[in-house]
């Protein structure tokens, strides 16, 4: 079946970085044909869009909050999509989700009903 397996997470001081990977496999697919996004679940609350990424990797899409700061990429020979978050603030806390879809809007997806497919997540914790 579908595995997505985020890893990178960890506790880090505000202003510092981290780097966050998403590996897929059994893909019903070649990876290059779903698109990628990441979300994010702070205690207490909805999990939310951070960013998302066309299937070529072209076209990107932020949420407000994370513009700037953070950078989605992709690689698909190697079925992985990387996040690289710079800046970091106590608000950033959460755990992190890969999510991989089929469909196709032609532009990244920021809705999470438009996902098919969710990783078990990985804590980042930013410290004040």
């Known amino acids: 079946q579908v595995q997505l397996v985020e890893s990178g997470g960890g506790l880090v001081q505000a202003g510092g970085s981290l780097r966050l990977s998403c590996a897929a496999s059994g893909l019903t697919l070649p990876f290059s044909m779903y698109g990628m996004g990441w979300f994010r679940q702070a205690p207490g609350k909805e999990r939310e869009f951070v960013p998302a990424?066309?299937?070529?990797?072209?076209?990107?899409l932020y949420a407000d909050y994370v513009k700037v700061r953070f950078t989605i990429s992709r690689e698909n020979a190697k079925k992985t999509v990387i996040l690289k978050m710079n800046t970091l603030k106590p608000e950033d806390t959460a755990v992190y989700y890969c999510?991989?879809?089929?469909?196709?809007?032609?532009?990244?997806?920021?809705?999470?009903?438009?996902?098919?497919?969710w990783g078990q997540g990985t804590q980042v914790t930013v410290s004040s």
């Open positions: 999510a991989a879809s089929r469909i196709y809007t032609g532009q990244p997806m920021g809705v999470m009903s438009q996902y098919e497919y």
């Open positions: 990424i066309s299937r070529s990797g072209g076209t990107t």
